[in-house]
């Protein structure tokens, strides 16, 4: 048990390392990507469309951060089974902790972006509620659980069904558009909002909104669908790794 | 009395084992493809066994299954509680941009090892490796034998309880064929347990006590070298 996290934890540090060490700037990289993918947004709805006055660009951020964390732990955890084939037909290793390095690596790349974003929160005009304190790790936790659920589901069946993959990267753009980074989702037109409170994301990024930028508690009783979502999946990813632990070493990859 | 006990310790035990790999032959349909069947033979603390066969009859396979990658579908194998069994693998975990030393660490705790341990045989891993400076380089600008060197050297400190040796890995590797050999000769000598695969007869007969020939998935002999041996060869004649 102790050497398996001790795994993860050198494995992750060892690929992020190396990811640093592609470019030559490395580190500077490594930070500057997401910043620079967030000024892409910045731009064009802050500077070019002037949407909605001066906050909005705190509002898009606010999404922005939280939707990029959550698309990129997805994006990778989803093919990292299929990436480690190498290695699996070499060692045994229990293979959830294919998609766990996945979600290790995102988050920690996530939680520089994230403390950026609360420094320029901080510098322009928001000020450190009680709710940044008591549900904000909170709301983090949630989300991390519910991103390693999926994880660990995706990374499970993805290697036997690679034409998954499309659908993940597909089905993820449209959760981009639908997720509530551009728009407030009492905006939606009422008829449809019974279903954008079933996008877990959607209510990930509205409770972020409320606290960060209201300095209120998010209404956890919207958060519900994603309490549930994140049981079954890590209950279901849990399952399918046990169940086929040693089935991915016994597929041919083509 | 402890001594005699030790002498006759069985390691790991397979029952009527068989392994089967799914063949896919349309969009829904696939069946079965039965690489090892009825495999029956036990492995006894400090002996060198040796697996013999042609290309592609589940020499590798055996191996997966005994160092625990896949599992069997009919029969059982049943191992000592808490021992350690490991396939030597080259280069497991390697990641090229790294550099020799940081891949040395994740290697090592990729096969089991603790940091601990990995960093306290440094040394001796750069020592064996023979690439001298090159241990702070990326492994990408390594030739292809100081890659395998290294990570030959990384995998002789995990010491496992059972070793597994696929000789297949070594084709056209005349380093690590040399360095195999002479890990094996140092285990016979010590008296741990190794399980060699080979399609070198000659190379089988010279380091194992006992050898498993295998046909088509299946056993088709199993004794003492010399005898396996001869109607190995008689049988390719």
Redesign the interface.
């Known amino acids: 048990m102790k050497r398996t996290f001790e795994f993860i934890w050198f494995r992750s540090l060892a690929e992020i390392r190396a990811d640093m060490s592609r470019g030559f700037l490395g580190l500077f990289w490594w930070i500057a990507e997401p910043i620079l993918y967030m000024a892409v947004f910045f731009v064009v709805f802050g500077v070019v469309f002037q949407q909605r006055g001066g906050d909005y660009v705190a509002f898009l951020l606010c999404g922005l951060v939280v939707w990029k964390w959550f698309d990129s732990t997805t994006r990778n955890a989803s093919m990292s089974i299929t990436h480690n084939m190498g290695l699996i037909y070499q060692v045994y290793l229990p293979k959830v902790v294919f998609p766990v390095i996945a979600l290790v690596i995102s988050t920690l790349r996530f939680s520089f972006v994230f403390i950026i974003l609360i420094g320029f929160l901080l510098a322009t005009g928001h000020s450190v509620s009680s709710a940044w304190l008591t549900d904000l790790p909170l709301l983090l936790l949630l989300q991390f659980l519910l991103m390693a659920g999926i994880a660990m589901t995706f990374a499970a069946i993805v290697p036997f069904v690679p034409d998954l993959k499309f659908l993940i990267d597909n089905g993820l753009s449209l959760l981009f558009f639908l997720s509530g980074i551009f728009f407030r989702l009492d905006t939606v037109p009422v008829a449809l909002r019974d279903y954008f409170a079933l996008n877990p994301v959607a209510s990930f990024i509205q409770g972020y909104r409320q606290i960060l930028l209201e300095g209120q508690s998010p209404d956890w009783h919207s958060l519900l669908p994603a309490i549930v979502m994140c049981a079954c999946f890590i209950l279901l990813g849990g399952l399918l790794l046990r169940l086929w632990d040693r089935a991915y070493a016994k597929k041919a990859f083509l | 009395m402890s001594e005699l006990k030790t002498a006759q310790r069985e390691l790991i035990r397979l029952d009527n084992v068989g392994?089967s790999?799914?063949q896919r032959q349309g969009l829904f349909r696939s069946s079965e493809y039965w690489a090892l069947q009825d495999i029956s033979f036990n492995l006894v603390q400090g002996e060198t066994i040796g697996v013999i066969g042609r290309n592609g009859v589940g020499k590798t396979t055996l191996l997966?299954l005994m160092?625990?990658?896949?599992?069997p579908d009919r029969g059982k194998i049943t191992s000592e509680p808490g021992i350690r069994t490991?396939?030597l693998?080259l280069q497991?975990?390697f990641?090229s941009?790294?550099t020799g030393r940081?891949n040395a660490?994740?290697s090592g705790?990729?096969?089991?090892l603790?940091?601990q341990q990995i960093e306290s045989c440094m040394e001796k891993v750069v020592e064996f490796a023979e690439i001298g400076d090159f241990i702070d380089q990326?492994v990408a600008t390594y030739s292809a034998g100081m890659r395998a060197r290294l990570g030959f050297s990384v995998a002789m400190q995990v010491d496992p309880d059972v070793l597994l040796i696929d000789e297949a890995i070594s084709v056209g590797d005349e380093v690590f064929r040399k360095k195999s050999a002479q890990v094996i000769r140092n285990r016979v000598k010590a008296n741990e347990t190794t399980v060699l695969v080979t399609h070198n007869a000659q190379l089988a007969g010279a380091l194992c006590s006992r050898l498993i020939w295998i046909e088509e998935g299946r056993i088709s002999m199993l004794g003492d070298a010399k005898t396996v041996i001869a109607a190995y060869l008689g049988a390719q004649a």
């Open positions: 392994v790999y799914p997966r160092a625990n990658i896949i599992s490991v396939l693998s497991a975990g990641i941009s790294l940081q660490v994740i705790i990729t096969l089991g603790s940091r990326p």
